[in-house]
């Protein structure tokens, strides 16, 4: 028998996304955004409160990266959610991390995650106290050692973080337990 929980976001998993951006003076500024999904094949939308530092500089560059956080970096990651570049101006730089400029956008790149998508800003819809972000994914890099064979990321070398929102927990990916646009076809095959 099922209970009511009221109005809660009941969506699980939701990912840990690293929303790296350059303010006016080059100071790289990472934030930790779950509410973030791709809206289509070269698309991605975010949805980011208006009084963060992240939305501030990507309202003025018109560029950002996206990085998947990973296991070994969980530390790092829930720090960018609970910092501000707005309150602390060395956020990065207390996080120990390394950024290189995107050689496609003017956005930096954090080195130790895994998968980033390199992004320009396509447009912003300003919702209530939130801002609607939607990105133009310019190109992809990932490590070498999260790709399999034919060079597609692995999920089970990624050791991606993905966040609960029922308990506020992180967890990692388990194992794989079926494979999309394949495993429904056991039902069409009944048929
Ligand atoms: C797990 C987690 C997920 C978060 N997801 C979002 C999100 O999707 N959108 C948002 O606006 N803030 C989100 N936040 C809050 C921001 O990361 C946080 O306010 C951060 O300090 C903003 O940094 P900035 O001001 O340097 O950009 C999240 C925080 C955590 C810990």
Same mark, same amino acid.
């Given at each position: 028998m099922k209970k009511d929980l009221g109005v809660?976001?009941? +969506? @699980?998993?939701?990912p840990v996304l690293m929303i790296a951006t350059y303010d006016e003076e080059g100071q790289v500024n990472v934030m930790n955004a779950a509410?973030?999904?791709? &809206?289509?094949y070269t698309q991605i939308a975010l949805f980011l409160g208006t009084d963060h530092k992240t939305t501030a500089n990507i309202r003025k560059l018109k560029a950002f990266t996206v990085s998947i956080a990973d296991r070994d970096h969980v530390t790092e990651a829930d720090y960018f959610g609970i910092v501000s570049g707005n309150d602390v101006k060395d956020k990065f730089e207390r996080a120990h991390l390394h950024a290189v400029k995107s050689t496609c956008c003017n956005a930096p790149v954090? =080195? =130790? @995650?895994?998968v980033v998508m390199e992004c320009e800003l396509a447009a912003e819809i300003e919702v209530e106290n939130m801002y609607a972000i939607v990105g133009n994914i310019l190109n992809v890099q990932a490590e070498e &050692? +999260?790709?399999?064979e034919k060079e597609k990321v692995d999920p089970q070398k990624l050791n991606a973080l993905i966040f609960d929102q029922f308990q506020a927990g992180y967890y990692t990916v388990g194992e794989k337990v079926g494979q999309a646009w394949s495993s429904g076809r056991a039902l069409i095959e009944e048929e």
């Amino acid at each position: 028998m099922k209970k009511d929980l009221g109005v809660i976001p009941a +969506v @699980f998993p939701m990912p840990v996304l690293m929303i790296a951006t350059y303010d006016e003076e080059g100071q790289v500024n990472v934030m930790n955004a779950a509410w973030g999904m791709i &809206s289509d094949y070269t698309q991605i939308a975010l949805f980011l409160g208006t009084d963060h530092k992240t939305t501030a500089n990507i309202r003025k560059l018109k560029a950002f990266t996206v990085s998947i956080a990973d296991r070994d970096h969980v530390t790092e990651a829930d720090y960018f959610g609970i910092v501000s570049g707005n309150d602390v101006k060395d956020k990065f730089e207390r996080a120990h991390l390394h950024a290189v400029k995107s050689t496609c956008c003017n956005a930096p790149v954090i =080195e =130790e @995650f895994p998968v980033v998508m390199e992004c320009e800003l396509a447009a912003e819809i300003e919702v209530e106290n939130m801002y609607a972000i939607v990105g133009n994914i310019l190109n992809v890099q990932a490590e070498e &050692s +999260v790709l399999n064979e034919k060079e597609k990321v692995d999920p089970q070398k990624l050791n991606a973080l993905i966040f609960d929102q029922f308990q506020a927990g992180y967890y990692t990916v388990g194992e794989k337990v079926g494979q999309a646009w394949s495993s429904g076809r056991a039902l069409i095959e009944e048929e």
